[in-house]
Nanobody, 122 residues
Framework: QVQLVESGGGLVQAGGSLRLSCAAS????????IGWFRQAPGKEREFVAI????????YYADSVKGRFTISRDNAKNTVNLQMNSLRPDDTAVYYC???????????????WGQGTQVTVSS
């Protein structure tokens, strides 16, 4: 079992930055890949970024590549998503999720946080 709690969301102007954190509990956290997903009003949930269990492998959606950076600290059971150069179309609820294998498909993730709202004003 892995429990996930996101934090760090908020309101920011376009071009600004936010750092989201995903805090996990559970002894097996360090064995899970962690993905970030987002869902805007009226839209389907979409993949944002993923990091493998060791932190050595990451992958990003094209829409955030070069602007967002995912990282993890297994000693602290946390995964962070640094978001720079934010745009209004980044506005969404952001979720972290855990799964034993490295995949961008949200439907197969086992554990989800409750989400944190990110709003980017123009």
């Amino acid at each position: 079992q892995v429990q996930l709690v996101e934090s760090g969301g908020g309101l920011v102007q376009a071009g600004g930055s936010l750092r989201l954190s995903c805090a996990a509990s559970g002894r097996t956290f360090s064995t899970y890949a962690i993905g970030w997903f987002r869902q805007a009003p009226g839209k389907e949930r979409e993949f944002v970024a993923i990091i493998n269990w060791s932190g050595e492998t990451t992958y990003y959606a094209d829409s955030v590549k070069g602007r967002f950076t995912i990282s993890r600290d297994n000693a602290k059971n946390t995964v962070n998503l640094q978001m720079n150069s934010l745009r209004p179309d980044d506005t969404a609820v952001y979720y972290c999720a855990a799964r034993p294998t490295f995949t961008t498909a949200s439907r197969v993730y086992n554990y989800w946080g409750q989400g944190t709202q990110v709003t980017v004003s123009s």
